[in-house]
């Protein structure tokens, strides 16, 4: 018999300190007019100096282990989406110190705007062969950190969150499709790149001692392909899952552009009250962006056991990918 996965609780944490449209027009030649109306972002959250990506991390996963009605100790294993860990070897097992995760392994995974959904879908494996029953799969991204804020055509489109899920091992299977997808040819159009400046050692040896540079984006080349790509992804989920888009209750998009949340609903003919949107008031979250939406509907009462949902987050590598899932225990 296979074991099926279904999501017990959820949370979400975001900094406190808020930073408008109109506050980045004073650092950038730029408007409130043209970030709404390209993107939909209005405002955006910004991690403090000293706040860590594993406290926000933290924060959201105590309140998906409380949603879940489980204790820290409860928790089998800890993955942990981002790409702006605190530290180069990994933030999951400081994720698991500070929730108290006595019995929980912890690692990384870095696939950028996908994470999410290639977490969820890792942590589901283990489940699935019967390994673990109690997964925290995190959500989180400080990339305010990683922005060119000089750079007008990227430093308005970003913000830091966290956003959580505990997956469980359940009788009934809620996880009902999957697809995963990247294509490393098309790599240059988002990046954190690594600059290396050698350093001579000894005799013929030279290291790389660098430094990573700021985000770089293509931005239309991304919108090109996250508006081709999605719906794609989005239907094998949903042929995988012996569904179609008309039987879908909410679309939840990785927030990066409204535009791209309008045409991809469009191609899947979603209409719009279908398609959550959270990008307003956070921006481009990265990795957390999916369950920071997810878990904003889930408290609001949108999002109703049984509920079907598809998720898909798109973005650097270039990744892409989604999944099918119904809500509830
Ligand atoms: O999470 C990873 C996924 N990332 C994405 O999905 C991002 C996908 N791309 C996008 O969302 C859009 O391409 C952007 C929002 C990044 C840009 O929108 P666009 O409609 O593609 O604008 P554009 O790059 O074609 O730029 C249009 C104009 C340019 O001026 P000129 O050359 O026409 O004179 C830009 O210099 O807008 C200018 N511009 C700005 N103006 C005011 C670019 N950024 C800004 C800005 N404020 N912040």
Not at 133 to 150: C, P
Not at 189 to 216: E, F, K, M
Not at 258 to 286: F, M
Not at 310 to 327: D, H, N, R, V
Request: aromatic content about 6%.
């Amino acid at each position: 018999m296979t074991i099926g996965i279904a999501i017990a609780g959820c949370g979400a944490a975001v900094p406190s300190t808020s930073l408008n449209n109109h506050q980045l027009s004073q650092l950038v030649e730029t408007s409130d007019e043209w970030i709404s109306s390209r993107t939909g972002i209005r405002e955006r959250r910004i991690a403090a100096p000293d706040r860590s990506l594993a406290s926000l991390a933290t924060e959201a996963g105590e309140k998906a282990i409380a949603m879940a009605g489980l204790t820290a100790a409860d928790i089998d294993l800890i993955v942990l989406a981002t790409s702006t860990a605190d530290d180069l070897f990994g933030s999951a097992s400081q994720v698991q110190a500070q929730l108290g995760a006595t019995r929980a392994v912890a690692f990384d995974l870095t696939a950028a705007c996908s994470g999410f959904v290639f977490g969820l879908v890792t942590a589901s494996q283990f489940i699935r062969t019967g390994v673990y029953r109690n997964v925290l799969l995190v959500g989180a991204d400080i990339l305010s950190r990683w922005v060119d804020w000089d750079d007008r055509r990227t430093c308005v489109l970003f913000g830091d969150g966290a956003g959580a899920v505990v997956l469980q091992a359940s009788d009934r299977d809620r996880l009902l499709g999957f697809e995963m997808c990247s294509d490393g040819t098309q790599n240059g159009c988002l990046n954190v790149a690594y600059q290396s400046q050698p350093r001579p050692l000894i005799d013929n040896i030279t290291v790389a001692r660098g430094q990573y540079l700021p985000i770089i984006m293509s931005g239309q080349e991304v919108y090109k392909f996250a508006v081709k790509k999605v719906p794609e992804v989005v239907e094998k989920a949903l042929f995988r899952a012996n569904l179609t888009s008309d039987r879908l209750n909410w679309l939840l998009l990785h927030q990066a552009n409204q535009r791209i949340l309008d045409a991809v609903a469009k191609r899947l003919n979603i209409p719009d009250e279908k398609v959550l949107s959270n990008l307003g008031n956070y921006g481009n979250t990265s990795a957390a962006s999916i369950p920071l939406v997810l878990d904003e509907a889930v408290r609001q009462g949108k999002i109703q056991p049984g509920d079907l949902l598809a998720i898909s987050g798109f973005g650097a590598g270039l990744t892409w990918g989604a999944a099918i899932l119904e809500w509830g225990q």
